[in-house]
């Protein structure tokens, strides 16, 4: 079962510079009050902007001080600040990947994933809770801390052996083959 615990205890040891730190509500920034789910992420597992190494593009993860305008671009306008009406009020943007997004959905719980760029938002859920995430970023940037530069091939492509690791660790915390295939196609790993 993914938990904050396990997820930090990860990524102590990968990123030994990286902050996590229990955040206070007052924290949040947002016109909206902070769903109970997220209040609980930023106090459990608690990221102070923390950068997680992928395959490709890395994982940012913001602060709670810093995520009100971290949804800049997505829910709003960076300059003008007006708001997108294409972009759903339930959504609230928690992490990227080079501009993709990963949505915590106020109303489910779920996190979804949506790519930048493609004209309208289509946002397809991914995670089932916050520390599913969590702890499936920290395992992948885990493993790509230690393989470093062994991770991929001629090809870049990510190593079998890497793929299998990844899909080992994450069927472990979810308790599923096929969803961990799932998440690791959705993440770009096989």
Do not use: C
């Not at 993914?2 to 510079?17: E, F, G, N």
């Not at 920034?29 to 992928?54: C, M, W």
């Not at 009020?89 to 719980?109: K, M, Y």
């Amino acid at each position: 079962m993914a938990s904050y615990h396990t997820a930090k205890q990860i990524l102590r040891r990968a990123y030994p510079d990286a902050i996590f730190d229990s955040q206070s509500l007052t924290d949040w920034q947002g016109e909206f009050p902070l769903p109970d789910a997220v209040a609980e992420y930023f106090r459990e597992f608690g990221p102070v902007d923390v950068t997680i190494d992928g395959y490709g593009n890395p994982y940012f993860l913001p602060s709670l001080s810093q995520l009100w305008a971290f949804q800049a671009g997505y829910r709003y306008h960076p300059q003008t600040l007006e708001r997108f009406t294409e972009w759903d009020d339930d959504w609230l943007v928690i992490a990227d990947e080079g501009g993709d997004a990963f949505i915590f959905s106020r109303a489910s719980n779920v996190i979804l994933h949506a790519y930048h760029g493609e004209g309208a938002w289509r946002p397809k859920p991914m995670f089932e809770n916050l520390a599913e995430m969590a702890t499936t970023f920290s395992i992948i940037g885990d493993i790509v801390v230690s393989a470093g530069q062994d991770l991929t091939d001629d090809d870049s492509l990510i190593l079998p052996r890497y793929q299998e690791e990844a899909k080992t660790r994450i069927s472990n915390l979810i308790h599923s083959h096929e969803r961990a295939d799932a998440l690791l196609s959705m993440l770009g790993w096989s």
